[in-house]
């Protein structure tokens, strides 16, 4: 070995890049791995129970939650409409 490395092992150049001084290099995004979230509500009276894995936790994420809880659980359908 000498300074470290390997003789057998070719010097990698992303290692050596020196960015400015009070800058960070760039980085590239790890796409590998996206988040999602479980949303779920189960009535045990009924036996009943409504699960849905959405992308993001939102407002609207949470009114689709609701609405599908409705639906699914207490058996309402949300497009009649009585008067």
């Not at 300074?3 to 057998?8: I, K, N």
Request: aromatic residues 4%.
């Amino acid at each position: 070995m000498v300074g470290g490395r390997s003789e057998d092992r070719p010097e990698n150049k992303a290692d050596t890049a020196l960015a400015k001084r009070g800058t960070r290099p760039r980085v590239t995004a790890d796409l590998r791995t996206r988040s999602a979230w479980i949303f779920g509500a189960i009535c045990p009276a009924q036996g009943k129970g409504a699960a849905l894995v959405l992308p993001s936790c939102n407002i609207h994420a949470m009114n689709v939650h609701l609405q599908e809880t409705t639906v699914v659980i207490y058996e309402y359908d949300l497009t009649a409409r009585e008067c």
